[in-house]
């Protein structure tokens, strides 16, 4: 496996090195309009899909908010770095170890966001215009998302909050790749054995790799194959089972307008798809990797069978990200999920990508950690900081009644009409 892309590392990145003495200033931009921004990303090892101008215009729709865009300049108009900025409302509570306060955000309702730079001093300069935004204003707090550790040692009074992991699986025969050429969108198709026998394709140990591939031996064995979605009304039948899924978990979901701004402007230009699994029963066992264009197409035609479940891709540069995903209800034993991860994993290597980020999972999910953790990734550390800093308290154990109302509300949240749950997630989000 190949080293850990610059985002994921353990010690601080290049650019948290010693600062330059480049004049640098910062100044609001239009992410929209001006070129630099999106040239800038696009050459950055760092950058996220997360700071692509779509995203960033899918979070500005998605409640009407306005991001503000922060470019660090040198003496020559050249982007030194990038910063984005979202206001929320916030909540006037405290939820666990949630901030859920009035935040400036880099970036609310995203896993990942931050500053991007080329050296310390551009990182720093950032920070402090942020800082500026809020410094002025009581009750707002900065909070910046990302897995560049001691940004703190940057810059006074910011505070470091060690956060969760994020799962994130190498993928093979990423090594000597020109990482210019793939954030420029040209990947290159890869020359290894069709993945689905490629031997260097494995998942953990050998318990978790048996694991794998049994789950996707019976997904098949019960008839299910993948397709990539090609219109909005599946798109919308399979938001209904994201719904479904978030009520089982006990998690707001996000509005549908989200996902169908997603679809009109970002699957357009290639980082967005929404991979569907069907089940087929005039032609059970069709095998879960597509490998050439025409399977594809055949695979595509609704009449074959139902979509039981799908996962939304983002991608951008080296690195795709499983960002939102649906499963029928009643379908688990189909293992619908470890079929959508194996094609997706296998399709994503043989299009150049040498990064696949399963995401984050809550303290309260360990199955769901188990199930990210048996496709051999590694765990990376994400940090949140904040400006003020956050008041720090002791996480006491819940008392039996707290408990006991908790158990209550998650009967109640599961029991409610899809409708409702979609409804009420859309209010929770617009203070997030």
């Not at 090195?17 to 070129?35: G, H, I, N, Q, S």
């Not at 979202?86 to 666990?96: E, V």
């Not at 998302?145 to 940057?154: E, G, M, N, S, V």
């Amino acid at each position: 496996m190949a080293n850990e892309p610059n985002g994921f590392q353990l010690t601080a990145p290049e650019y948290l090195a010693e600062p330059t003495t480049a004049t640098l200033r910062v100044r609001e931009v239009d992410f929209r309009e001006d070129p630099r921004w999106l040239q800038f990303i696009s050459q950055h090892p760092d950058a996220l899909i997360y700071h692509h101008p779509t995203w960033l215009s899918a979070l500005e729709s998605e409640y009407r908010g306005k991001c503000i865009a922060l470019a660090c300049e040198d003496a020559d108009g050249e982007i030194q770095g990038i910063l984005p900025l979202l206001y929320t409302r916030g909540l006037p509570i405290r939820i666990s170890r949630h901030q859920v306060g009035r935040r400036l955000s880099s970036l609310p309702r995203t896993p990942l966001a931050g500053p991007l730079a080329t050296s310390n001093l551009a990182a720093a300069s950032l920070v402090k215009a942020a800082i500026d935004y809020v410094r002025n204003e009581p009750g707002l707090r900065l909070e910046l998302k990302t897995t560049i550790p001691d940004l703190d040692k940057l810059v006074d009074g910011l505070q470091c909050i060690r956060w969760r992991d994020t799962y994130v699986r190498g993928l093979p025969d990423n090594r000597n790749r020109d990482v210019a050429c793939k954030h420029a969108g040209t990947h290159e198709t890869r020359t290894c054995a069709p993945c689905d026998t490629c031997r260097l394709f494995s998942f953990g140990n050998s318990r978790d790799n048996h694991q794998v591939k049994w789950a996707v031996n019976k997904a098949v064995k019960h008839g299910l194959s993948m397709r990539i979605a090609e219109t909005e009304d599946e798109l919308r039948a399979w938001y209904r089972m994201y719904l479904d899924v978030m009520r089982r978990n006990v998690v707001p979901p996000r509005p549908y307008r989200l996902f169908q701004r997603l679809w009109r402007e970002m699957r357009s230009q290639g980082h967005m798809i929404l991979v569907l699994a069907e089940r087929n029963e005039e032609r059970p066992g069709v095998s879960p990797v597509l490998s050439e264009p025409g399977a594809q197409e055949t695979l595509a035609n609704p009449e074959y069978g139902s979509i039981v479940g799908g996962s939304i891709l983002l991608s951008f540069g080296d690195t795709v990200f499983w960002s939102f995903t649906g499963t029928e209800k009643g379908r688990s034993g189909h293992h619908s999920n470890d079929l959508t991860l194996w094609h997706c994993m296998h399709e994503s290597c043989k299009q150049g990508y040498d990064w696949f980020d399963l995401g984050e999972v809550a303290e309260n999910h360990p199955e769901l950690s188990q199930f990210k953790a048996k496709w051999g990734t590694i765990q990376r550390p994400m940090y949140r900081y904040y400006y003020p800093a956050c008041p720090q308290r002791e996480e006491k154990e819940d008392s039996a009644g707290a408990k006991r109302v908790s158990q209550f509300a998650r009967f109640v949240w599961q029991k409610l009409p899809l409708n409702v749950v979609a409804v009420l997630g859309n209010w929770i989000f617009s203070y997030l």
